[in-house]
Protein backbone atom coordinates (compact mmCIF):
# COMPACT_ATOMS: atom_id res chain seq x y z
CA UNK A 1 0.00 0.00 0.00
CA UNK A 2 1.38 3.49 -0.94
CA UNK A 3 1.88 6.54 1.72
CA UNK A 4 0.05 9.13 -0.80
CA UNK A 5 -3.88 9.71 0.91
CA UNK A 6 -6.68 8.67 -1.51
CA UNK A 7 -8.60 12.54 -1.24
CA UNK A 8 -11.85 11.62 -2.22
CA UNK A 9 -12.52 8.77 0.81
CA UNK A 10 -12.54 9.76 4.50
CA UNK A 11 -9.83 10.17 6.22
CA UNK A 12 -8.85 9.59 10.03
CA UNK A 13 -5.71 9.78 12.22
CA UNK A 14 -6.17 8.25 15.32
CA UNK A 15 -3.11 10.00 16.71
CA UNK A 16 -4.33 13.82 16.28
CA UNK A 17 -5.48 15.16 19.60
CA UNK A 18 -7.83 17.15 17.66
CA UNK A 19 -9.64 14.11 16.49
CA UNK A 20 -9.97 12.79 19.67
CA UNK A 21 -12.05 15.28 20.49
CA UNK A 22 -15.04 14.02 18.31
CA UNK A 23 -14.46 11.19 16.30
CA UNK A 24 -17.69 9.95 15.59
CA UNK A 25 -18.99 11.65 12.55
CA UNK A 26 -15.43 10.73 10.75
CA UNK A 27 -15.74 6.74 11.97
CA UNK A 28 -19.70 7.46 11.03
CA UNK A 29 -18.56 9.12 7.64
CA UNK A 30 -16.33 5.90 6.59
CA UNK A 31 -18.43 3.75 8.01
CA UNK A 32 -20.92 4.76 5.28
CA UNK A 33 -18.49 5.25 2.77
CA UNK A 34 -15.86 3.19 3.14
CA UNK A 35 -16.48 0.82 5.84
CA UNK A 36 -13.39 -0.78 5.48
CA UNK A 37 -11.17 1.09 5.50
CA UNK A 38 -7.19 1.53 4.99
CA UNK A 39 -5.75 4.44 6.89
CA UNK A 40 -3.10 4.95 4.72
CA UNK A 41 -0.47 7.41 6.54
CA UNK A 42 -1.12 4.83 8.99
CA UNK A 43 -0.99 1.73 7.73
CA UNK A 44 -3.79 -0.22 8.99
CA UNK A 45 -7.16 -1.87 8.11
CA UNK A 46 -10.13 -0.01 10.14
CA UNK A 47 -12.97 -2.02 10.65
CA UNK A 48 -16.16 0.18 11.08
CA UNK A 49 -19.72 -2.04 10.97
CA UNK A 50 -21.15 -4.30 13.89
CA UNK A 51 -20.94 -7.08 11.47
CA UNK A 52 -17.13 -6.87 10.36
CA UNK A 53 -16.32 -6.48 14.08
CA UNK A 54 -17.75 -8.96 15.37
CA UNK A 55 -16.97 -11.66 12.67
CA UNK A 56 -13.52 -10.01 13.10
CA UNK A 57 -13.46 -10.66 17.21
CA UNK A 58 -14.98 -14.00 16.30
CA UNK A 59 -12.90 -15.27 13.76
CA UNK A 60 -9.24 -15.41 15.87
CA UNK A 61 -7.62 -17.59 13.13
CA UNK A 62 -7.93 -15.22 10.75
CA UNK A 63 -7.65 -11.87 13.16
CA UNK A 64 -5.11 -12.75 15.59
CA UNK A 65 -4.14 -11.32 18.78
CA UNK A 66 -0.66 -13.41 19.15
CA UNK A 67 2.29 -11.59 19.83
CA UNK A 68 1.65 -7.98 21.21
CA UNK A 69 -0.94 -6.46 18.38
CA UNK A 70 -1.29 -2.56 19.01
CA UNK A 71 -1.73 -0.21 16.25
CA UNK A 72 1.39 1.83 17.12
CA UNK A 73 4.58 0.34 15.26
CA UNK A 74 7.05 0.29 17.73
CA UNK A 75 4.96 -1.43 20.35
CA UNK A 76 5.22 -4.60 19.75
CA UNK A 77 9.24 -4.36 20.08
CA UNK A 78 9.64 -1.94 22.98
CA UNK A 79 7.48 -3.75 25.60
CA UNK A 80 9.37 -7.07 26.32
CA UNK A 81 6.79 -8.78 28.87
CA UNK A 82 3.90 -10.90 27.40
CA UNK A 83 0.47 -10.44 28.44
CA UNK A 84 -2.14 -13.34 27.88
CA UNK A 85 -4.37 -10.77 25.98
CA UNK A 86 -1.65 -11.00 23.48
CA UNK A 87 -2.24 -14.82 23.03
CA UNK A 88 -4.51 -16.93 20.98
CA UNK A 89 -6.05 -20.33 22.57
CA UNK A 90 -5.40 -22.61 23.89
CA UNK A 91 -2.66 -21.35 25.73
CA UNK A 92 -5.37 -18.22 26.26
CA UNK A 93 -7.89 -19.89 27.17
CA UNK A 94 -5.74 -21.93 30.09
CA UNK A 95 -4.62 -18.86 31.32
CA UNK A 96 -8.18 -16.75 31.16
CA UNK A 97 -10.23 -19.85 33.18
CA UNK A 98 -8.08 -19.03 36.12
CA UNK A 99 -8.98 -15.17 36.43
CA UNK A 100 -12.90 -15.46 35.26
CA UNK A 101 -14.20 -16.99 38.72
CA UNK A 102 -12.75 -14.33 40.24
CA UNK A 103 -14.17 -11.60 38.05
CA UNK A 104 -18.11 -12.17 38.26
CA UNK A 105 -20.81 -9.81 39.08
CA UNK A 106 -21.59 -12.01 42.04
CA UNK A 107 -17.39 -12.35 43.27
CA UNK A 108 -17.23 -8.55 42.74
CA UNK A 109 -20.18 -7.82 45.25
CA UNK A 110 -18.34 -7.46 48.03
CA UNK A 111 -16.56 -4.73 46.59
CA UNK A 112 -19.35 -2.37 46.21
CA UNK A 113 -19.45 -1.53 50.13
CA UNK A 114 -15.35 -0.27 49.51
CA UNK A 115 -16.18 1.35 46.10
CA UNK A 116 -19.05 3.45 47.79
CA UNK A 117 -17.27 4.45 50.65
CA UNK A 118 -13.77 5.15 49.16
CA UNK A 119 -15.85 7.54 46.24
CA UNK A 120 -17.67 9.17 49.62
CA UNK A 121 -13.95 10.14 51.13
CA UNK A 122 -13.09 11.41 48.06
CA UNK A 123 -16.42 13.45 47.13
CA UNK A 124 -17.02 15.15 50.44
CA UNK A 125 -13.66 17.73 51.19
CA UNK A 126 -15.30 19.06 48.11
CA UNK A 127 -19.06 19.68 48.76
CA UNK A 128 -18.58 22.62 50.99
CA UNK A 129 -16.67 24.29 48.34
CA UNK A 130 -18.85 24.19 45.62
CA UNK A 131 -16.69 22.71 42.98
CA UNK A 132 -14.66 19.39 42.00
CA UNK A 133 -12.71 17.62 39.32
CA UNK A 134 -15.15 14.64 39.01
CA UNK A 135 -11.84 13.19 36.97
CA UNK A 136 -9.00 14.71 38.27
CA UNK A 137 -10.32 14.28 42.19
CA UNK A 138 -12.72 11.26 42.32
CA UNK A 139 -12.65 9.46 39.36
CA UNK A 140 -9.09 8.60 38.47
CA UNK A 141 -8.21 7.40 41.88
CA UNK A 142 -11.12 4.58 42.07
CA UNK A 143 -10.23 1.98 39.85
CA UNK A 144 -6.36 1.72 40.36
CA UNK A 145 -7.51 1.76 44.38
CA UNK A 146 -9.89 -0.99 43.73
CA UNK A 147 -7.23 -3.21 41.22
CA UNK A 148 -4.82 -2.83 44.08
CA UNK A 149 -7.22 -4.30 46.73
CA UNK A 150 -7.66 -7.01 45.21
CA UNK A 151 -3.79 -7.34 44.05
CA UNK A 152 -2.52 -6.71 47.49
CA UNK A 153 -0.16 -3.07 45.95
CA UNK A 154 -0.77 -1.25 49.52
CA UNK A 155 -1.89 2.42 49.53
CA UNK A 156 1.58 3.86 50.40
CA UNK A 157 2.85 2.72 46.31
CA UNK A 158 -0.76 3.30 44.10
CA UNK A 159 0.00 6.77 43.59
CA UNK A 160 3.52 6.36 41.77
CA UNK A 161 1.57 3.09 39.96
CA UNK A 162 -1.06 4.84 38.64
CA UNK A 163 1.72 7.90 37.71
CA UNK A 164 3.75 4.82 35.38
CA UNK A 165 0.21 3.99 34.15
CA UNK A 166 -0.72 7.44 33.09
CA UNK A 167 3.34 7.62 31.33
CA UNK A 168 2.48 4.78 29.35
CA UNK A 169 -1.21 6.21 27.81
CA UNK A 170 -0.57 9.86 27.23
CA UNK A 171 0.39 10.86 23.96
CA UNK A 172 1.69 14.10 22.32
CA UNK A 173 -0.23 15.52 19.50
CA UNK A 174 0.33 13.49 16.31
CA UNK A 175 2.35 11.08 17.87
CA UNK A 176 3.04 7.52 16.38
CA UNK A 177 4.90 5.00 18.38
CA UNK A 178 5.82 4.84 21.82
CA UNK A 179 7.42 7.79 23.26
CA UNK A 180 10.53 7.14 25.54
CA UNK A 181 8.14 8.56 28.57
CA UNK A 182 5.68 5.72 27.45
CA UNK A 183 8.22 3.17 27.40
CA UNK A 184 9.68 4.19 30.88
CA UNK A 185 6.27 4.22 32.32
CA UNK A 186 5.82 0.69 30.85
CA UNK A 187 9.73 -0.54 32.31
CA UNK A 188 8.91 1.36 35.74
CA UNK A 189 5.98 -1.06 36.36
CA UNK A 190 7.57 -4.20 35.14
CA UNK A 191 10.28 -3.41 37.67
CA UNK A 192 7.61 -2.61 40.52
CA UNK A 193 6.09 -6.16 39.61
CA UNK A 194 8.95 -7.84 39.69
CA UNK A 195 10.16 -6.72 43.17
CA UNK A 196 6.02 -7.03 44.11
CA UNK A 197 5.84 -10.70 42.87
CA UNK A 198 9.17 -11.94 44.33
CA UNK A 199 8.22 -10.35 47.77
CA UNK A 200 4.82 -12.06 47.83
CA UNK A 201 6.08 -15.72 46.58
CA UNK A 202 4.73 -16.98 49.86
CA UNK A 203 1.36 -16.11 48.93
CA UNK A 204 0.47 -18.43 45.82
CA UNK A 205 -1.36 -20.41 48.45
CA UNK A 206 -4.42 -17.99 48.98
CA UNK A 207 -8.05 -17.48 46.97
CA UNK A 208 -7.36 -13.74 45.49
CA UNK A 209 -5.89 -12.29 42.55
CA UNK A 210 -2.55 -12.00 43.24
CA UNK A 211 -2.48 -15.61 44.09
CA UNK A 212 -3.99 -16.90 41.32
CA UNK A 213 -1.49 -15.18 39.45
CA UNK A 214 1.61 -16.97 41.42
CA UNK A 215 0.30 -20.11 41.90
CA UNK A 216 -0.04 -19.92 38.11
CA UNK A 217 4.01 -19.42 37.56
CA UNK A 218 4.74 -22.08 40.33
CA UNK A 219 2.28 -24.77 38.52
CA UNK A 220 4.00 -23.79 35.44
CA UNK A 221 1.18 -22.25 33.79
CA UNK A 222 2.51 -19.02 33.34
CA UNK A 223 6.19 -18.26 32.80
CA UNK A 224 7.33 -15.29 34.98
CA UNK A 225 7.90 -12.74 32.32
CA UNK A 226 4.06 -13.52 31.86
CA UNK A 227 3.04 -13.06 35.54
CA UNK A 228 4.81 -9.49 35.44
CA UNK A 229 2.71 -8.63 32.38
CA UNK A 230 -0.50 -9.91 33.64
CA UNK A 231 0.30 -7.80 36.39
CA UNK A 232 0.81 -4.86 34.26
CA UNK A 233 -2.22 -5.59 31.99
CA UNK A 234 -4.32 -5.35 35.29
CA UNK A 235 -2.77 -2.15 36.30
CA UNK A 236 -3.65 -0.40 33.38
CA UNK A 237 -6.43 -2.26 31.60
CA UNK A 238 -8.64 -1.57 34.43
CA UNK A 239 -7.22 1.86 35.40
CA UNK A 240 -7.60 4.56 32.72
CA UNK A 241 -10.42 2.71 30.87
CA UNK A 242 -12.74 3.01 33.94
CA UNK A 243 -11.56 6.85 34.57
CA UNK A 244 -12.69 7.65 31.46
CA UNK A 245 -15.88 6.00 31.71
CA UNK A 246 -17.08 7.82 34.71
CA UNK A 247 -15.84 11.21 33.34
CA UNK A 248 -17.89 10.50 29.38
CA UNK A 249 -21.06 9.21 31.77
CA UNK A 250 -20.90 12.56 33.64
CA UNK A 251 -20.52 14.65 30.74
CA UNK A 252 -23.17 12.90 29.15
CA UNK A 253 -25.65 13.16 31.42
CA UNK A 254 -24.86 17.28 31.98
CA UNK A 255 -25.62 17.51 28.45
CA UNK A 256 -28.93 15.89 28.20
CA UNK A 257 -30.49 17.32 31.12
CA UNK A 258 -33.52 15.17 30.56
CA UNK A 259 -31.68 12.22 30.99
CA UNK A 260 -30.21 13.12 33.72
CA UNK A 261 -33.58 14.41 35.43
CA UNK A 262 -34.61 10.88 34.80
CA UNK A 263 -31.83 9.40 36.76
CA UNK A 264 -32.74 11.64 40.28
CA UNK A 265 -36.22 11.14 39.51
CA UNK A 266 -34.63 6.88 39.70
CA UNK A 267 -31.64 6.30 40.63
CA UNK A 268 -32.12 2.88 39.53
CA UNK A 269 -31.65 3.90 35.95
CA UNK A 270 -27.98 4.95 36.35
CA UNK A 271 -26.90 1.21 35.14
CA UNK A 272 -28.71 2.09 32.38
CA UNK A 273 -26.85 5.32 31.93
CA UNK A 274 -23.59 3.48 32.37
CA UNK A 275 -24.68 0.95 29.62
CA UNK A 276 -25.45 3.47 27.08
CA UNK A 277 -22.85 5.59 27.53
CA UNK A 278 -20.08 2.30 27.08
CA UNK A 279 -22.71 1.90 23.83
CA UNK A 280 -22.36 5.48 22.04
CA UNK A 281 -19.08 6.72 23.99
CA UNK A 282 -17.19 3.64 25.68
CA UNK A 283 -13.54 5.31 26.43
CA UNK A 284 -11.99 1.97 24.36
CA UNK A 285 -12.31 2.67 20.73
CA UNK A 286 -10.22 0.74 18.24
CA UNK A 287 -8.68 -3.12 19.07
CA UNK A 288 -5.79 -3.90 16.81
CA UNK A 289 -5.59 -7.46 15.15
CA UNK A 290 -3.18 -8.92 13.11
CA UNK A 291 -4.59 -10.97 9.49
CA UNK A 292 -2.93 -14.09 9.85
CA UNK A 293 -3.84 -15.50 6.30
CA UNK A 294 -5.34 -13.71 3.62
CA UNK A 295 -8.68 -12.97 3.57
CA UNK A 296 -11.33 -10.50 2.00
CA UNK A 297 -13.59 -8.43 3.71
CA UNK A 298 -16.33 -6.01 1.72
CA UNK A 299 -14.63 -6.52 -1.51
CA UNK A 300 -11.22 -5.19 0.10
CA UNK A 301 -7.76 -7.83 0.23
CA UNK A 302 -6.38 -7.81 3.30
CA UNK A 303 -3.13 -9.56 3.17
CA UNK A 304 -1.19 -11.94 6.62
CA UNK A 305 0.74 -9.43 8.62
CA UNK A 306 -1.74 -6.76 7.88
CA UNK A 307 -3.02 -4.90 10.74
CA UNK A 308 -6.64 -3.99 11.41
CA UNK A 309 -7.87 -1.84 14.16
CA UNK A 310 -11.44 -2.72 15.30
CA UNK A 311 -13.34 0.42 15.66
CA UNK A 312 -16.10 -1.05 18.43
CA UNK A 313 -17.16 2.30 19.20
CA UNK A 314 -18.16 2.99 15.39
CA UNK A 315 -19.96 -0.56 15.38
CA UNK A 316 -22.33 -0.11 18.39
CA UNK A 317 -23.30 3.18 16.84
CA UNK A 318 -24.40 1.36 13.24
CA UNK A 319 -27.69 1.73 12.43
CA UNK A 320 -28.51 -1.68 10.65
CA UNK A 321 -27.68 -2.72 14.75
CA UNK A 322 -28.73 0.38 16.11
CA UNK A 323 -31.39 2.70 14.14
CA UNK A 324 -30.62 5.53 16.97
CA UNK A 325 -27.49 4.85 16.30
CA UNK A 326 -25.72 8.35 17.08
CA UNK A 327 -28.20 9.30 19.93
CA UNK A 328 -27.94 8.91 23.68
CA UNK A 329 -30.74 7.63 25.20
CA UNK A 330 -30.98 5.68 28.47
CA UNK A 331 -34.35 4.95 27.88
CA UNK A 332 -33.25 2.35 25.39
CA UNK A 333 -30.31 0.68 27.00
CA UNK A 334 -28.97 -2.64 25.72
CA UNK A 335 -25.80 -4.99 26.70
CA UNK A 336 -25.60 -5.99 23.25
CA UNK A 337 -23.25 -3.93 22.27
CA UNK A 338 -18.82 -4.35 22.00
CA UNK A 339 -17.73 -1.71 24.20
CA UNK A 340 -16.45 -4.86 26.06
CA UNK A 341 -14.98 -6.25 22.75
CA UNK A 342 -16.41 -9.76 21.95
CA UNK A 343 -15.43 -13.42 21.93
CA UNK A 344 -12.47 -15.15 23.41
CA UNK A 345 -10.91 -12.25 24.94
CA UNK A 346 -14.11 -9.74 26.11
CA UNK A 347 -12.67 -7.76 28.87
CA UNK A 348 -12.79 -9.44 31.75
CA UNK A 349 -13.34 -6.94 34.01
CA UNK A 350 -16.59 -5.68 32.66
CA UNK A 351 -18.83 -6.30 35.75
CA UNK A 352 -15.87 -4.89 37.74
CA UNK A 353 -15.97 -1.57 35.72
CA UNK A 354 -20.00 -1.88 35.64
CA UNK A 355 -19.97 -1.58 39.51
CA UNK A 356 -17.50 0.98 39.84
CA UNK A 357 -19.16 3.40 37.15
CA UNK A 358 -22.56 2.69 38.62
CA UNK A 359 -21.57 3.07 42.51
CA UNK A 360 -19.50 6.64 41.53
CA UNK A 361 -22.53 7.70 39.72
CA UNK A 362 -25.17 6.47 42.27
CA UNK A 363 -22.96 8.73 44.95
CA UNK A 364 -22.73 12.07 42.12
CA UNK A 365 -25.89 11.99 41.57
CA UNK A 366 -26.95 11.69 45.46
CA UNK A 367 -24.46 14.36 46.61
CA UNK A 368 -24.29 16.51 43.64
CA UNK A 369 -27.41 15.87 41.36
CA UNK A 370 -26.89 19.83 40.28
CA UNK A 371 -23.68 19.72 39.37
CA UNK A 372 -22.79 21.84 36.06
CA UNK A 373 -19.53 21.25 34.04
CA UNK A 374 -16.96 23.80 33.61
CA UNK A 375 -16.45 23.40 29.86
CA UNK A 376 -13.10 25.92 29.73
CA UNK A 377 -11.44 23.56 32.32
CA UNK A 378 -11.99 19.96 30.05
CA UNK A 379 -9.37 18.57 29.48
CA UNK A 380 -8.71 15.61 27.30
CA UNK A 381 -6.28 12.35 27.56
CA UNK A 382 -5.56 11.25 24.37
CA UNK A 383 -4.48 8.17 23.17
CA UNK A 384 -5.21 6.25 19.66
CA UNK A 385 -7.58 3.85 22.17
CA UNK A 386 -8.78 5.43 25.62
CA UNK A 387 -11.54 8.25 25.02
CA UNK A 388 -12.04 10.36 28.02
CA UNK A 389 -11.01 13.23 30.21
CA UNK A 390 -8.45 14.04 32.17
CA UNK A 391 -9.78 17.33 33.57
CA UNK A 392 -13.74 17.70 33.94
CA UNK A 393 -14.33 20.31 36.55
CA UNK A 394 -17.64 21.13 37.58
CA UNK A 395 -19.31 23.38 40.04
CA UNK A 396 -22.59 23.17 42.19
CA UNK A 397 -24.56 25.08 45.23
CA UNK A 398 -21.67 24.58 48.29
CA UNK A 399 -23.52 22.42 50.61
CA UNK A 400 -23.35 23.44 54.00
CA UNK A 401 -23.79 20.78 57.10
C1 LIG B 1 -14.81 0.93 31.07
C2 LIG B 1 -13.86 0.14 31.39
C3 LIG B 1 -13.25 -0.87 30.44
C4 LIG B 1 -13.33 -0.97 29.08
C5 LIG B 1 -14.05 -0.04 28.11
C6 LIG B 1 -12.57 -2.15 28.70
C7 LIG B 1 -12.43 -2.60 27.39
C8 LIG B 1 -11.85 -3.80 27.05
C9 LIG B 1 -11.86 -4.36 25.72
C10 LIG B 1 -12.48 -3.71 24.49
C11 LIG B 1 -11.19 -5.55 25.77
C12 LIG B 1 -10.95 -6.51 24.61
C13 LIG B 1 -9.54 -6.45 24.09
C14 LIG B 1 -9.31 -7.37 22.90
O1 LIG B 1 -10.24 -7.95 22.32
O2 LIG B 1 -8.14 -7.45 22.47
C15 LIG B 1 -10.73 -5.73 27.13
C16 LIG B 1 -10.00 -6.81 27.58
C17 LIG B 1 -9.53 -6.92 28.87
N1 LIG B 1 -9.83 -6.09 29.94
FE1 LIG B 1 -11.03 -4.48 29.91
N2 LIG B 1 -12.04 -2.72 29.82
C18 LIG B 1 -12.45 -1.99 30.92
C19 LIG B 1 -12.19 -2.24 32.23
C20 LIG B 1 -11.40 -3.27 32.70
C21 LIG B 1 -11.11 -3.55 34.07
C22 LIG B 1 -11.69 -2.79 35.26
C23 LIG B 1 -10.23 -4.61 34.08
C24 LIG B 1 -9.57 -5.33 35.22
C25 LIG B 1 -9.53 -5.17 36.38
C26 LIG B 1 -10.00 -5.01 32.72
C27 LIG B 1 -9.20 -6.04 32.32
C28 LIG B 1 -9.16 -6.57 31.05
C29 LIG B 1 -8.40 -7.75 30.69
C30 LIG B 1 -7.52 -8.57 31.63
C31 LIG B 1 -8.63 -7.97 29.32
C32 LIG B 1 -8.03 -9.08 28.46
C33 LIG B 1 -8.98 -10.25 28.40
C34 LIG B 1 -8.47 -11.39 27.54
O3 LIG B 1 -7.57 -11.20 26.72
O4 LIG B 1 -8.98 -12.49 27.71
N3 LIG B 1 -10.73 -4.17 31.91
N4 LIG B 1 -11.18 -4.66 27.89
Not at 325 to 347: N, Q, V, W, Y
Amino acid sequence: MGKSADMTKPQLDPYEHAFHLDPYPRYRAIREEDPVHFVQDHGFWLFTTWDDVRNAFRDFRTFSNANLVALEANAEASLPYPSFINTDPPHHTEVRRLFSPLMTPEALAPLEAFIRDRTRQLMVPHLASGRIDLVADLACFLPMDVISNMTGIPPKDRDRVRGWADDLILREDKQEGLSQRNIDGYMNLASYFEEFATGHAANSTGEGLLAVILKAEREGVMTHPEVIGALILLAIAGNETTTKLIGNIAYRLWEHPDQRQLVIDEPKRIADAVEETLRLDGSSQIIARRVAKDVEVQGKMLHAGDKVGLCIISANRDKSRCPAGEIFDITKPTRDHMAFGFGLHSCLGAALARLEARVVLEEIIKNIPDYNVEVSGLEMAHNPNVRGYSRMPVTFPPRTG
